[in-house]
């Protein structure tokens, strides 16, 4: 599996932005799908975004269509997702994800490989 590490949360008030990053370990990065998923105190992970292997399609949950961007970069091994517009509801540990396919998945069951996770805070 691939090792994934995130980084990039932290403290920013409503109206602002945070890009948060995702590093990809090995040499097959290209084989995943990529998503973020999120899990704010008290609820179930819930998905965010999510990104094919090549980059050229995305798939965002409503919540946060217009306002985030999923990104990769398969020769940095990278994933991103630019947040802009933040609310306070978006507050959660983002955690990105990998999945040995070809396509995106809004699951967490079909992703095999998780990070450790990267709070974002969001105030009013």
């Known amino acids: 599996q691939v090792q994934l590490v995130e980084s990039g949360g932290g403290l920013v008030q409503a109206g602002g932005s945070l890009r948060l990053s995702c590093a990809a370990s090995?040499?097959?990065?290209?084989?995943?799908?990529m998503g973020w998923f999120r899990q704010a105190p008290g609820k179930e992970g819930e998905f965010v975004a999510a990104?094919?292997?090549?980059?050229?399609?995305?798939y965002y949950t409503n919540s946060v269509k217009g306002r985030f961007t999923i990104s990769r970069d398969n020769f940095k091994t990278m994933a991103y997702l630019q947040m802009n517009s933040l609310k306070p509801e978006d507050t959660a540990v983002y955690y990105c994800?990998?999945?040995?396919?070809?396509?995106?998945?809004?699951?967490?069951?079909?992703?095999?490989?998780w990070g450790q996770g990267t709070q974002v805070t969001v105030s009013s």
């Open positions: 994800a990998a999945r040995d396919s070809t396509w995106y998945s809004r699951f967490e069951a079909d992703f095999s490989s």
């Open positions: 990104i094919t292997r090549n980059g050229g399609s995305t």
């Open positions: 090995g040499r097959t990065f290209t084989r995943y799908a």
